[in-house]
C-alpha cells in the first residue's frame, strides 16, 4: 500500500468515527434539575428530574398539568395523557418553552427502574 493510499485510509476511518461521535452526542437528551432548567430560555428534547408538587396535578380530558420542584424552584408541565401524584422523582422529558415544559413523557423514577406515566 501507497503512502498515499494509507493516508486516504486513515482519513476515512477518522472521518467515520467523528461522524458516529457525532451522531451518538447529538441524540443523547440533557439531563437537568428544575433549578437548572429555569435558568434557560428554551431547551429542546430535555430530560429533567424532580417530584412532582403535592396537590398540583390536574387531570382534565387526556391531558394533565401539573408542577416538578427540585426543592429550590418549580415549573409547570403540560403533558399529552394522564397522571396522578406520584411521591418521589420522576422525569420528565419534553420541550421546555416560555416557562413550560411540553413533556412527551413522564417517568416514574424507582431505585431499581423506570416506570410510564408516573403508574
Same mark, same amino acid.
Given at each position: 500500500m501507497e503512502n498515499r493510499e494509507k493516508l486516504l485510509v486513515g482519513v476515512a476511518i477518522i472521518s467515520f468515527s467523528l461522524a458516529i461521535t457525532f451522531s451518538l452526542f447529538h441524540s443523547i437528551s440533557p439531563y437537568t434539575t428544575v433549578s437548572d432548567l #429555569?435558568?434557560?430560555? *428554551?431547551?429542546k428534547n430535555i430530560q429533567v428530574v424532580g417530584e412532582i408538587v403535592k396537590n398540583s396535578v390536574v387531570n382534565k380530558n387526556n391531558t394533565t398539568i401539573f /408542577?416538578?420542584?427540585?426543592?429550590? *424552584? /418549580? #415549573? &409547570?408541565?403540560?403533558?399529552? =395523557? &394522564?397522571? $396522578?401524584?406520584?411521591?418521589? !422523582?420522576?422525569?420528565?422529558? =419534553?420541550?421546555? &418553552? *416560555?416557562?413550560?415544559?411540553?413533556? $412527551? !413523557?413522564?417517568?416514574? &423514577?424507582c431505585h431499581t427502574e423506570y416506570r410510564v406515566g408516573g403508574q
Open positions: #429555569v435558568e434557560l430560555r *428554551n431547551a /408542577e416538578i420542584t427540585d426543592g429550590v *424552584n /418549580e #415549573v &409547570k408541565v403540560i403533558y399529552s =395523557g &394522564k397522571i $396522578t401524584y406520584y411521591e418521589g !422523582q420522576v422525569v420528565v422529558v =419534553g420541550d421546555y &418553552k *416560555n416557562g413550560v415544559i411540553y413533556a $412527551t !413523557q413522564v417517568l416514574r &423514577k
